[in-house]
Nanobody, 123 residues
Framework: QVQLVESGGGLVQAGGSLRLSCAASGSTFSSYGMAWFRQVPGKEREFVAAISRGGVTTRYADSVKGRFTISRDNVKNTMDLQMNSLKPEDTAVYYC????????????????WGQGTQVTVSS
């Protein structure tokens, strides 16, 4: 099992930047494909970005490609999401997720989730 805790959310103006972090504990972090998802109340959870176990392969939703960067540190057991050029439509609760094996875009494939961190982008 792995426990996940997100941090770094907050309020930022459009065009600004935030860096989210996900700290993992309880198991071998490098065994897990990792991802970020986000959700707005009343809407379905949305894939944001994913990173492979070794950190070599990354995937992004079209809506964030070129603005967000996912990374991980398998020594520190952390995963980050650098978010630049933020837009009001990026406002959501952001969740990190882990699964044994390949990092994929499908939320239901993930076994472990953090509690979420709120990101609010004002116009």
């Amino acid at each position: 099992q792995v426990q996940l805790v997100e941090s770094g959310g907050g309020l930022v103006q459009a065009g600004g930047s935030l860096r989210l972090s996900c700290a993992a504990s309880g198991s071998t972090f490098s065994s897990y494909g990792m991802a970020w998802f986000r959700q707005v109340p009343g809407k379905e959870r949305e894939f944001v970005a994913a990173i492979s176990r070794g950190g070599v392969t990354t995937r992004y939703a079209d809506s964030v490609k070129g603005r967000f960067t996912i990374s991980r540190d398998n020594v520190k057991n952390t995963m980050d999401l650098q978010m630049n050029s933020l837009k009001p439509e990026d406002t959501a609760v952001y969740y990190c997720a882990a699964r044994t094996g390949t990092a994929v875009r499908t939320g239901t494939a993930y076994d472990y989730w953090g509690q979420g961190t709120q990101v609010t982008v004002s116009s």
